[in-house]
């Protein structure tokens, strides 16, 4: 079904839709906000079914997100947002104008016709191969977190974290909190590189995020939950489903320390290594992309949020992760700028606000960016991915579990095959060709290409996924799927 046309459709309401949304109605435009999840608020303040507010101990800044919703809720009220929930964008056409189009329940269609696009999109867990991860028990940081936010579900009752990374914090707090006992975190860094020279000023002027730290150790020991630096997790065993994990130290270069190893008990593991950004809708809509420090693609945004296709600005992980508040930063200034462009000659005009009150919020919005952006980078610098999960794989560890592809067959495709890059590796060796779609194994098939064929680090080529979501056969047999039937509101709920 077609919708009455808007200025500024944004998708993705987390952190930073949610704001630029906000952002855009404020300047007097016309907004739609769709999002796949049932309410506002996106991974940083995901709801339980008992609301947000009955789960207030395992989020932060929540008086932000309570700012937001009044603000969204005035705008749906008076008509001038409209809030689609539920509702997957699997494509955006681009012509004079954009088609965005969605469906939901994975079978009605919903097309939103607007002048300029917010894309804001988030990211999803990081993830490399560990001999043992394909057993069930062993979960992604970010699915373990979800669980727990969302359904109250504990994935168990003895659980390791490990991996790199602040989140790790949040997820081992939740699960210890809620009941779990946290046998341990298993962090592959040290705090030390959050010391490094060129980190020093981006920690001082952050020292906000100091408090969430505390916050954690103080959870931690009421908890009596071990964080264990500079050591990681290196295999998963069981035979149905996990029942123990083998962790070791690492040295400094991020190698196993040899004789480290140590076997615990476990019946859930929850492993993180950071996020990758989720760039299928800005990639299909030709946005150029660069590589972030913390090795992944990203769109390449300019001052105001613009990306290189004239139209589609975008906000939060997808420019780079670096954490809600960097998110929210950017949404506002995406959406001032999206509403912005609305009414101009896009040729020759450049962006200004248009009172001495806008200029001077968006002159602090972009001073607040690259503080926010200079601690992402310090975050990168001290948590880097060690080398040692590459060492500790065994030729048939699964790389690509979707389609079973294990690293002897990587190994073999670039040594017979000739395959040099990640695409070809796809083409030839059908990872990342299964339901993710790469999403699980495209940085460690990217990372395992480069060592076998000698060749450097790529992670493009496996982003390219025209569509952004599962779509029914019957919509792409037909060009479209049946409209949401008409006595569904604007609103999503
Ligand atoms: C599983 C997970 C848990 C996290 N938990 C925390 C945490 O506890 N603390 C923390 O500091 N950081 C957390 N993060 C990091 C988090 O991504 C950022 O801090 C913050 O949420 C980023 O905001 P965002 O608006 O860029 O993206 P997100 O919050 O990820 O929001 C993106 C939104 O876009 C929607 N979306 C994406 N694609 C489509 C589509 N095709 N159609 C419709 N809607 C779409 C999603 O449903 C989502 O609501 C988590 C990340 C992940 C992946």
Same mark, same amino acid.
């Given at each position: 079904m077609a919708s009455s046309p808007v200025d500024v459709c944004v998708v993705g309401a987390g952190p930073a839709g949610l704001t630029a949304a906000v952002a855009?109605?404020?300047?007097?435009?016309?907004?739609?906000?769709v999002d796949a999840g049932a309410r506002p608020g996106g991974q940083f303040w995901r709801h339980s079914p008992?609301?947000?507010?009955?789960? &207030?101990?395992?989020?932060?800044?929540?008086?932000?997100?309570?700012?937001?919703?009044?603000?969204?809720?005035?705008?749906?009220?008076?008509g001038q947002i409209r809030l689609l929930t539920r509702h997957q964008v699997w494509t955006i056409e681009r012509g004079a104008r954009f088609t965005v189009r969605a469906l939901k329940a994975g079978e009605y269609e919903r097309t939103v016709d607007a002048a300029a696009l917010v894309l804001a999109p988030g990211a999803y867990d990081r993830q490399v191969p560990l001999p043992g991860w394909e057993l069930p028990g062993v979960y992604t940081a970010g699915g373990a977190q979800a669980l727990l936010?969302?359904?109250?579900?504990?994935?168990?009752?003895?659980v390791l974290v490990a991996g790199t990374g602040p989140f790790l914090l949040s997820v081992a707090a939740g699960l210890a909190q809620r009941g779990a006992r946290v046998v341990g975190v298993y962090e592959a860094n040290t705090g030390l590189g959050w010391l490094h020279h060129r980190s020093l000023r981006a920690v001082v002027r952050n020292f906000g995020k100091l408090s969430e730290g505390i916050h954690y150790a103080g959870t931690f020991a009421r908890h009596r939950v071990w964080y264990h630096p500079r050591s990681t997790i290196v295999a998963a065993h069981g035979d149905t489903e996990v029942r123990a994990a083998t962790v070791a &130290?690492?040295?400094r270069h991020g190698a196993v320390v040899p004789g480290s190893e140590r076997r615990i008990e476990v019946d859930a593991i929850a492993v993180g290594w950071g996020f990758t950004p989720q760039l299928e809708l800005p990639v299909a809509l030709g946005t150029r992309t660069e590589v972030d420090a913390d090795g992944s693609e990203i769109v390449l945004v300019g001052d105001w949020q613009q990306s290189s296709t004239p139209?589609?600005?975008?906000?939060?992980?997808?420019?780079?992760?670096?954490?809600?508040?960097?998110?929210?930063?950017?949404?506002?200034?995406?959406?001032?700028?999206?509403?912005?462009?609305?009414?101009?000659?896009?040729?020759?005009?450049s962006f200004h606000p248009r009172s001495r009150r806008a200029e001077r919020r968006l002159s602090w919005l972009r001073k607040r960016r690259l503080t926010l952006r200079a601690?992402?980078?310090?975050?990168?610098?001290?948590?880097?991915?060690?080398?040692?999960?590459?060492?500790?794989?065994?030729?048939?560890?699964?790389?690509?579990?979707?389609?079973?592809?294990?690293?002897?067959?990587? &190994?073999?495709?670039?040594?017979?095959?000739?395959?040099?890059?990640?695409?070809?590796?796809?083409?030839?060796? &059908?990872?990342?060709?299964?339901?993710?779609?790469?999403?699980?194994?495209?940085?460690?098939?990217?990372?395992?290409?480069?060592?076998?064929?000698?060749?450097?680090?790529?992670?493009?080529?496996?982003?390219?996924?025209?569509?952004?979501?599962?779509?029914?056969?019957?919509?792409?047999?037909?060009?479209?799927?049946?409209?949401?039937?008409?006595?569904?509101?604007?609103?999503?709920?």
């Open positions: 855009a109605a404020t300047a007097g435009r016309t907004v739609a906000l008992a609301g947000i507010e009955a789960d &207030r101990a395992l989020h932060h800044d929540f008086v932000k997100y309570r700012q937001l919703e009044t603000g969204l809720a005035r705008f749906v009220q008076t936010k969302e359904h109250g579900v504990l994935v168990g009752a003895r &130290r690492l040295t139209g589609v600005f975008v906000a939060g992980e997808a420019t780079g992760v670096g954490g809600a508040a960097l998110a929210r930063v950017e949404g506002e200034i995406a959406g001032y700028a999206a509403a912005w462009y609305v009414n101009v000659d896009h040729e020759s005009a601690f992402a980078a310090a975050m990168h610098r001290a948590h880097p991915v060690p080398p040692s999960w590459l060492d500790q794989l065994q030729p048939d560890t699964l790389v690509c579990r979707c389609e079973e592809v294990s690293v002897e067959r990587l &190994r073999t495709a670039a040594d017979d095959l000739g395959v040099t890059d990640a695409r070809l590796a796809k083409l030839l060796t &059908r990872t990342g060709m299964g339901w993710c779609q790469g999403r699980v194994c495209g940085y460690a098939t990217a990372c395992l290409v480069a060592r076998f064929a000698g060749t450097g680090y790529d992670p493009r080529g496996l982003t390219e996924r025209p569509l952004a979501v599962p779509v029914p056969l019957g919509v792409l047999a037909h060009g479209a799927a049946p409209a949401v039937p008409a006595d569904e509101s604007w609103r999503g709920e």
